[in-house]
């Protein structure tokens, strides 16, 4: 069954939906670590709460090897916090052993995970907070070697021809994570057109798409399956309408409005496996790096620029940067041109009027090519793969050029956080 859904809707919150535990590769492989060299170990950390439409996510702030146990007199009223041990025994009436043991005040809320002490393969976790215990349903980790864990056997799709070449190419693992990915997209343009296509050539589960603007006729030569019959229509819904002409298979989402809205922000914030950026303007860029820092997304980000010299040489070059939540953002790799102009349409002062219009394009580049699109947004797509993969452990930026009559020039590699940035240094409470 297809769908195009508008997202107005979506959100309410239900007290039965299913915990969700949110953790980086990096915290969640160096506290493995820890608890295999020290068995009697436990690590522990703080949790951040946040609320999204399908699940109370719980994220982990960091992590700490220990030998004390934490008990609930010890830690604030109201505070939230994880704990995982290894154990020999991995069942239900452990774990209430074990959280009854830790004296937890009826404010606070404890997530409690055992792992099998021989094969670190079994699990079982609960959440304790007022008066309750509630199972652990979901794990994900979130960056290089992603993976996410359920509780409940999911469905998997069973074999299907249609993408044996792909399998083949990629491995099922990494398929298996491509197939059950939700990519969330700013931008439903000329480059986010490109990108979507191969999201959607891959096999993704689920796309939203984000954009305000409507469809021009000029934006037709680089939105390939779109036609003069879709000018006029938001971007996003005659997009949407192409892949799903592709895919029919394929959820996707979308929401015709412009990203400061207050709804959208919110709905940003909804559980992705990457946060993609296509956008033309550094204030949804700035926006989507925050959130991407928030909530602990991957952040990709795609632009491409085309430029003409004073003799009438054509510059081409794109950049594509896959960041990590903490560990680079396009703030400080990069930059964003105009912080102050930025932070004053996330933020406008009450009754204040837009900062400016919208520059016609043709004030800021020479034009657009769908070729240096499709560059940089294969390359983009597959750092992504890479990431999934597990073969790309960091941030990473790659730059193309084209230099005509010459051919592709390209620079990549990784990037981490700049000294003192305040988005990835940022923390949540
Ligand atoms: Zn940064």
Known sequence: MSS?????????????????????????????????????AQAIGPLRWLNVSDARELLVEGLQVTTTTITGESRPTGSAWFVVATSDRIDPATLHHEIAARGLQPSQICVLLLIDRQSHRRWLGIVAHQHRIDPLTEIHIIGPRSVRIQTAAEMTAPPDPRW????????????????????????????????????????????????????????????????????????????????LRFRPDLEIVVRPYPTADRDTRRLLRERCDLL????????????AACIARECLFPHLDVASDIQRDASGQIHLTADARLLLPGAGCVQCVGGIHDLPAVLRQLSPPRGAMPDHAEQPWFEHRAGSLITLNQMISGAAVQSWLDLLSGDLTTSFWQRIAWNSGRG?????????RGDLCPVCLRTHG
């Open 4 to 40: 195009v859904t508008d997202m107005r809707d979506q959100h309410t919150l239900d007290h039965g939906h299913p915990w969700r535990l949110i953790i980086t590769t990096g915290l969640w492989e160096s506290a493995l670590h820890g608890l295999i060299s020290t068995p009697d």
């Open 164 to 243: 044996s070449r792909t399998v083949g190419a990629l491995g099922e693992r990494t398929w298996n994570l491509v197939n059950r990915a939700t990519i969330t997209m700013i931008g439903a343009g000329r480059m986010g057109t490109s990108l979507a296509w191969q999201f959607a050539a891959l096999g993704i589960k689920r796309l939203r798409l984000f954009d305000p603007d409507h469809l021009a006729v000029e934006n037709l030569d680089a939105m390939p399956g779109l036609s003069a019959s879709d000018v006029g229509l938001p971007k996003v819904q005659a997009l949407a309408k192409a892949l």
């Open 276 to 287: 993609v950026t296509a956008v033309d303007d550094d204030t949804p860029r700035y926006l």
């Open 408 to 416: 592709m020039e390209s620079h990549s590699g990784p990037v981490g």
